[in-house]
């Protein structure tokens, strides 16, 4: 598995797409809701491409994208301008250091076939002969994305005709890929064949179907959820309707662990599994792994608290909302820099001390990568008065990033692999420390094949 170094390289984030037969003028403004319902998986960037492909007169791309938010990027002359029936929306992760401009996506660009717009949303493993390859036919690069290879494959491709142009193009991409593109007047999505990137569909009342990242951005629009795309599967939507393509049969799957453990929302079902069940029963099967007596279980906002809930629940020592999340301040985790991630943790996270003062604390969060966050934390627990502080990780120690394109950090900042237990709890200054085993890991997530390539055994 490759490890990702170079910032522009992070496709992580999130994709979001639109099909209606019929032109629409609010296609912009249902994107902005969906979009926004998918802020949590990048917060670099934001950008859409809507196509009119329903009026006579000459076929319309209008592509409008920028660093920052959603509410940030899009204003509301933006949503007003623009009609169309097929819409392709984006949302980048943030990258050490940040990536150029020129990678926000969605790419377009025009091709034998006509006007392409896509987004992607993954990692390849074989960029740099792909790119050496399309250099030498002659191609030219604008960004280090992995997304313009696959949009520059489309379109060498393209004389064989789309559904041709897409095999081709599939034949030659290693990795994980969650794709959604507007090729002319057709949307299409696509999965990797291993499932590492999730992606599904749904569909509204009026027609209008949707492919998205999770489930909980349907919720936003008021669709449906119909169905998980699945790995090896293309689909094709059109005025005719829907078609599915198996292009790749794969026995065995490799669904991201780190969607169900941090980056999905709680309230996405991915593949079958509920993202806060699968999170609330980890926590129960950590306190039953190592039980320990204390006062008050305290989860880390937002992703950690599920897994607090179940190990209360588990262990019967009461719950506490004794950590208040600044909701202004975004993921420490996605953060760019070492620097900002540490400073934002006492902005982000305010410790309730009439709750915490004299109790023995057990602090639950969804991981434990760098340290850095956790021993800040942990130092603002005893600071407000904690006699004891029990550390536990609701997913096994992390030692590797063999899990296509989430930006954690360079392996030797992972401090799983530098440190024993005993270290890391003396680093991070917590009285017991304990991680959720690869057993129970499993468990949790169902037996489902979810890769677990990342986790010390």
């Not at 998986?41 to 994208?65: H, P, W």
Request: aromatic share 8%; hydrophobic share 40%; with cysteine.
């Amino acid at each position: 598995m490759a490890s990702v170094k170079s910032a522009d390289k992070i496709e992580e984030g999130g994709v979001f797409a639109l099909y209606s037969r019929k032109l629409r003028t609010d296609l912009a403004g249902l994107a902005y809701y969906g979009m926004y319902a998918l802020q949590h998986r990048g917060q670099e960037s934001a950008g859409f491409s809507i196509a009119d492909f329903v009026s006579e007169n000459e076929v319309k791309l209008k592509t409008v994208k920028g660093r920052g938010l959603v509410a940030d990027v899009f204003s509301l002359k933006d949503l007003q301008s623009y009609s169309g029936n097929i819409l392709v929306g984006h949302l980048k992760y943030a990258t050490e250091g940040g990536a150029s401009s020129h990678s926000y996506q969605p790419l377009r660009g025009e091709s034998i076939m006509g006007k392409i717009a896509i987004v992607h949303n993954g990692n390849l493993l074989n960029t740099k002969e792909l790119k050496e390859e399309l250099m030498k036919n002659g191609s030219i690069f604008q960004t280090k994305t992995d997304t313009e290879i696959i949009l520059k494959l489309l379109g060498k491709n393209g004389k064989f005709g789309y559904d041709q142009a897409i095999l081709n193009t599939l034949k030659k991409l290693k990795g994980s890929f969650a794709i959604a593109v507007i090729i002319e007047d057709k949307l299409i999505g696509i999965r990797d064949p291993l499932g590492t990137r999730p992606l599904c569909l749904g569909m509204r009342e009026d027609g209008v179907y949707v492919l998205v990242s999770e489930s909980c951005a349907l919720d936003a629009v008021n669709a449906e959820f119909v169905r998980d795309i699945e790995p090896g599967e293309i689909v094709v939507i059109d005025k005719q309707g829907i078609e599915s393509i198996r292009y790749a049969n794969k026995k065995k799957k490799s669904f991201s662990s780190f969607e169900y453990i941090y980056f999905a929302r709680p309230d996405s079902v991915i593949d079958g599994i509920n993202v806060y069940s699968s999170r609330h029963e980890a926590g129960k099967l950590l306190y039953k792994q190592n039980p320990i007596e204390a006062d008050l279980v305290i989860g880390v906002p937002d992703s950690g608290v599920p897994a607090a809930i179940g190990y209360s629940e588990a262990s019967g020592i009461p719950y506490g909302t004794a950590l208040l999340k600044n909701k202004y301040v975004g993921r420490t985790f996605i953060l760019p820099t070492q620097e900002l991630r540490e400073n934002a943790v006492r902005v982000k996270l305010n410790p309730m001390k009439s709750l915490i003062e004299n109790k023995r604390i057990v602090v639950v969060d969804d991981s434990l990568v760098r340290g850095t966050t956790s021993k800040i934390l942990i130092k603002i627990l005893f600071e407000a008065g904690a006699k004891e502080v029990h550390f536990r990780s609701a997913s096994p120690v992390v030692i590797s990033e063999s899990y296509f394109g989430v930006n954690i950090a360079s392996e030797n900042e992972l401090i799983g692999n530098t440190m024993t237990i005993d270290e890391i709890r003396d680093y991070i200054g917590a009285t017991s420390l304990d991680y959720l085993s690869i057993e129970n890991i499993k468990k949790a997530l169902q037996n489902k094949d979810v890769n677990l390539d990342c986790f010390k055994d």
